[in-house]
């Protein structure tokens, strides 16, 4: 098979982000049997292409960069696609600046480097984990949503039907005009309503 179509058939995408290449080498070779594409970038700036081009699931970032810093760019990435899981990876030293980026929502988990290999894959099989659950929130956010619109549209209809029963008992409109209106349903039954109106009118006129 082409090395590009099976790519493109793997379901999740993981973005690491460091400026030493030796550290993506490494982070490369240790995901490289997993059912993951694996995209890297050298620097804030030529991640944010990457996201801007490609769907990502989680991006691994380093926290001490040249010019934009990790906690920066998962801050941004926040912003913009709130949707990625964001991990960081940092030194001793600068944990007190990435667990304060935690407490803000910014980092999902940090890890300290150097990492143990099996920590950090699991850190990441927990961030896939966590991606799909708040995919699948959305997704039911959105039915319901969906969901409500529809009981809107029905309900109206229902009010709609409601007049039309009462036009129709006081003969202001015709039987089967109203039958038109409730085969329509949701479409042009105002529209219906308003034209039988006015032949009722024309009708008294005439009478």
Same mark, same amino acid.
């Given at each position: ?11 999740? +995408?993981?973005?690491?982000? !460091? #400026? /030493? ?5 490494? %982070? &490369? ?47 941004r990435v926040k912003m913009v696609y ?29 890890? +300290?480097?150097?990492?143990? !290999? #099996? /920590? ?5 099989? %927990? &961030? ?80």
């Open positions: 098979m082409d090395e590009s179509l099976e790519l493109k058939n793997l379901k999740y +995408a993981i973005l690491f982000v !460091d #400026d /030493e290449q030796s550290i993506l080498n490494s %982070l &490369a070779r240790l995901f490289r049997n997993s059912a993951y594409r694996i995209m890297t970038a050298s620097s804030a700036g030529e991640a944010w292409k990457i996201l801007k081009d490609h769907p990502i699931h989680v991006i691994v970032t380093d926290y001490r960069m040249p010019g934009i810093n990790g906690v920066e760019l998962l801050k709130p949707g990625i899981i964001r991990i960081m990876l940092t030194g001793y030293a600068d944990t007190a600046a990435v667990m304060e980026a935690v407490n803000q929502g910014a980092v999902y988990k940090f890890i +300290a480097k150097p990492w143990n !290999d #099996d /920590e950090l894959r699991l850190a990441v099989r %927990l &961030a896939l984990a966590q991606y799909d659950l708040m995919a699948e929130n959305k997704r039911l956010k959105d039915d319901r949503t969906e969901q409500i619109k529809n009981i809107d549209k029905l309900s109206k209809f229902i009010n709609q039907s409601r007049l039309a029963d009462q036009m129709l008992e006081s003969r202001l409109i015709r039987e089967q005009d109203v039958s038109k209106a409730r085969i329509f349903k949701y479409r042009p039954v105002k529209r219906c309503l308003k034209f039988s109106i006015k032949w009722a009118w024309s009708m008294r006129l005439k009478s």
